[in-house]
């Protein structure tokens, strides 16, 4: 079908250029080309913070906005992008009435302020969940960026010279809470450093429902460009330290804020590597086992960690198989049947999350191939156009062309409008996604409760034998006559450790009952900030389709109005 | 329809509204059926044909005819009437399993239904015998026509064409003529060149018009999947939001049913009168080439005749008794060579009008498309804001 005798070669080279010619073509604007606009990096692009401009935004917005694109939403609204003079299109796009001006604030009626119907949304990179709800709450706000990363070196004592290098990332961070002292700071961190803030929080925070950090990724890394791949972490670093920063327990925290202030090396003790923590451990065994091995009450409070606990580990290990395989029930029981409800439903609707939220990345896709072949279909239609136009011999040849036209310039508007309105439906079912990452925070949370649970059974376990071993010690040492002085120093020693041990179990109970109240909070403040970021998600994508429909509806209704000559009285 | 002009009773395209006193030839293919078994199995179609035509013997006919029929009939109009754009046929095969889907059987049927009108409002065409043949005699005779001339009984006449084309061409081989000979007339270049080119253009533009048609069934689809999955979502959610859910659920289906079936109006409307204009493309393609072959053969002609004119100027002077021989094929190769010029200047004269003709109906025919797909995509938008819409006052009732 492509056969053609004469040597087409050259001509053919450009008959199908890139989309840069197509924007020249047809609408005269100072164009950007269309970056390769498969689904992957619509979602990149939306996710990453604007102070690169946006490739897929449309060619109305001149260069670069401003730095702070990103609007932040208790700031005076962003002011409207100053109008392209060259862009006369502009002037074509006609303002349907009702959705099509509404559509631009993805968000919140907050911004509706902006009515030029031309703010695109340079997609800012709050995560829509601390919009929603900081909108509603008091005045204190905190703004983090993550930007600028830089290479540096490892300083190093070694004999090996130049040693390993890293990368540090700018922090800064704007806020009005009074604890922080200042109005606005910055430090560099590098990923190392979120991943001690992670563990530390975790630990301090038990129960609570903490936004899971970024990945330590390292297969990625090898197939992707460096540079690709530090901006994703970029990305991702920044995502985290927001979410951080928008909970309302741990944005108060010590952890993230001397984080978030403090020059220099990172002032919280590291995670050593699981390595060192074995060898910690098989050092501490052999004193864990020749004592009697008791768990001091301040340790109580931390779940057993690899190494230093290797006994801690085995004990509870046993109790937790003891209540899996044993006939008797455990000294306590999870008895809360809410609680048991709540986690059944919390992990039914982790699979409807995870469902919804993979049909939810089709349906990008999907309307993105929408906008992209309506826009080629467009471009092989003012291929034609100028084709006919050049070689016309006959008037029915320059009418026809002129419909082309017609048609041609549609069919481009309308992909430009499909992948607009992508890019909000990407925002807004980004809402899916997070509360499916969130996910593992619940799981972390719900982990915290029974390995804190687990805790109170073994010490109760323990005690209980202690006791039953102080007993029968007794028992013995009455029939002796005058006491048995070995005995009883046994006896009173045992009894120490039974006062021990009972402390022991009473700030583990604590604990448990503290982490669950955390639990029980949480998943309050998630259910109700789930509805409110949901119901959002929803009115926010409803909208846009209908915004976006209207102005496509309205392109093509001109263009049908303009080719109604052809028009016959049936069909 | 986009096809409506040629189906209006008159058959001429410039009076719709005629007496019945004016001759007119109506067609209409129908009633696809399916017939035979397994590899054997083939569509038949139902051909009525309405005339007050004195050549054709009833007003009103109807035969049973199937796909190789209309490619006989096809094929006879391109042997008798080079020069004339023959209407083109939809494509022959298809992967199997698609060849007897519903909607496929209904393309093939439209695309057959215009090829005839086509023919029957084509001022030349409508008067060829082929044409009553073909709407008129029964299956027996059609089938019997038919084998004759697709299968392996060709007639004598068309071999020695066959031989005589063999011939030339080797001789070319042998004399070094590279190249056959071609006209250089600049406007017939210019006509072909825009040809071939246009070619290009529009296979680019039915394809993409073909994927649209994918995406939007592919958008339809997507849609129905995560409708589904929005309305589970709202199951294991309570009260207010998980109203909201399954309201959005339900929505996102309606609207995806609304996307396949504007799939299937792109289809028919727009993708297959794209590709009708190819198909039309090609078809002239293979008239240029048909204009081609005569050009030679009277190019050859006028040859052979100088040499036969310089070998009889011998003989007389030797006044050889070959003399009288000689004159008769001089004389009857001069019959073949005017022959030869007249019937390349038909073609020449053919295709002149036939350009005028295609470019007008191609206007129009784009015109009728152009307005159905904006149609289509206008009536696709508003449909698809309205059913959103209709869901926002659902979602505001819902906020706490």
Known sequence: MMGSENN???????????????????????????SNSDYRSAMSNSLSSSSSHHPLSPPLLPTPPPPPADS??????????????????????????????????????DTSSDINGLDCPSPTSDSPISFSRSSSSNAEYIKITVSNPQKEQEVSNSIVPGGNTYVTYLVTTRTNIPEFGAPEFGVRRRFRDVVTLSDRLAESYRGFFIPPRPDKSVVESQVMQKQEFVEQRRVALEKYLRRLAAHPIIKKSDELRVFLQVQGKLPLPTSTDVASRMLDGAVK??????????????EVVQPAKGGRDLLRLF??????????????????????????????????????????????????KAQQDMGETMGELGLAFIKLTKFENEEAVYNSQRSRAADMKNLATAAVKASRFYRELNLHTVKHLDTLHEYLGLMLAVHGAFTDRSSALLTVQTLLSELSSFKSRAEKLEAASSKIFGGDKSRIRKIEELRETIRVTEDAKNVAIREYERIKENNRTELERLDKERHADFLNMLKGFVVNQVGYAEKIANVWGKVAEETSTYARESS | MWMEQQRSPSGSSQSPRSPSAQPYLSV????????????QAYISYRVIAKTNLQEYLCPEKIVIR?????????????????????????????????RFSAEFIEMRRQALDIFVNRIASHHELRHSEDLRTFLQVDEEVMERLRSYETGIFKKPADLMQIFKDVQSKVSDVVLGKEKPVEESHPEYEKMKHYIFELENHLAEAQKQAYRLVKRHRELGKSLSDFGKAVKLLGASEENAIGKAFSELGAKSELVSVKLQNESHELLMHFEEPLKDYVRAVQSIKATIADRATAFRQQCELAETIKLKEINLDKLMLTRSDKVREAEIEYRELKAENEEAMRRFETIVRRMNEEMVRFQEQKTTDMGVAFHEFAKGQARLANGIADAWRSLLPKLEACSV
């Not at chain 1, 087409?8 to 950007?32: C, I, N, R, T």
């Not at chain 1, 299109?89 to 631009?104: G, K, M, T």
């Open chain 1, 285 to 298: 065994l052999p004193k864990q086992l020749l004592s009697e091995s008791v768990v001091a009450p301040h």
């Open chain 1, 8 to 34: 087409q070669g050259f001509e053919e080279a450009h008959l199908y250029a890139s989309k840069e010619e197509m924007e020249s073509l047809v609408l005269g604007d100072p164009s950007k080309s269309y």
């Open chain 2, 28 to 39: 209409s293919v129908t009633d696809p059926v399916k017939l035979g078994n397994g590899v």
């Open chain 1, 72 to 109: 932040d939403p208790l700031l005076a609204p962003p002011p409207p992008y100053p109008r392209n003079p060259s862009s006369h299109d502009h002037s074509s796009y006609i303002e349907p009435p009702s959705y099509a001006d509404v559509i631009f604030s993805p968000f919140d009626g």
């Open chain 2, 66 to 98: 199937r796909y190789s029929d209309f490619i006989w009939l096809h094929d006879r109009l391109f042997e008798n009437y080079k020069g004339i754009f023959i209407p083109p046929l939809p494509e022959k095969s298809a992967v199997e399993k698609f």
């Open chain 1, 315 to 364: 004990k509870e290990l046993k109790q937790s198989v003891a209540n899996d395989w044993g006939g008797s029930r455990p000294p306590v029981v999870e008895e809360d049947k809410e609680f048991l409800e709540k986690k059944e439903r919390m992990h039914d609707m982790e699979q409807q999350l995870s469902n919804a939220s993979q049909q939810a990345e089709s349906l990008v």
